[in-house]
């Protein structure tokens, strides 16, 4: 059984950083893509960014810029650097992975239980 495992959510200011991690059970990311993906209160969970098995990188228009996603040599954890953090930012994260690059949740076939980001002064 795959497992993901999200951490490094916290409280930061306005204009801080943050670098939240997606460890896995197993080697799985060198198989699949992996999203970053952010619920906010009263909002529709929302596409941050993916990383493809060959590297290749998307990004929202609403991070470019100021996240990047990359992943570990050992292949075993997606990390998602957030700079210059805005309140607008404020969600749930969670990772998941997947087949193919897609939108739709129901896509990704594995999914962390998400890690808190609260961006206030």
């Known amino acids: 059984q795959v497992q993901l495992v999200e951490s490094g959510g916290g409280l930061v200011q306005p204009g801080g950083s943050l670098r939240l991690s997606c460890a896995s059970s197993?080697?799985?990311?060198?198989?699949?893509?992996v999203a970053w993906y952010r619920q906010a209160p009263g909002k529709q969970r929302e596409l941050v960014a993916t990383?493809?098995?060959?590297?290749?990188?998307t990004y929202v228009d609403s991070v470019k810029g100021r996240f990047t996603i990359y992943r570990d040599n050992a292949w075993n954890t997606v990390y998602l650097q957030m700079n210059s953090l805005k309140p607008e930012d404020t969600a749930v994260y969670y990772c998941?992975?997947?087949?193919?690059?897609?939108?739709?949740?129901?896509?990704?076939?594995?999914w962390g239980q998400g890690t808190q980001v609260t961006v206030s002064s």
């Open positions: 990383i493809s098995r060959g590297g290749t990188t």
């Open positions: 998941a992975a997947g087949n193919f690059w897609s939108q739709k949740q129901r896509d990704y076939d594995y």
């Open positions: 197993g080697r799985i990311f060198s198989e699949y893509l």
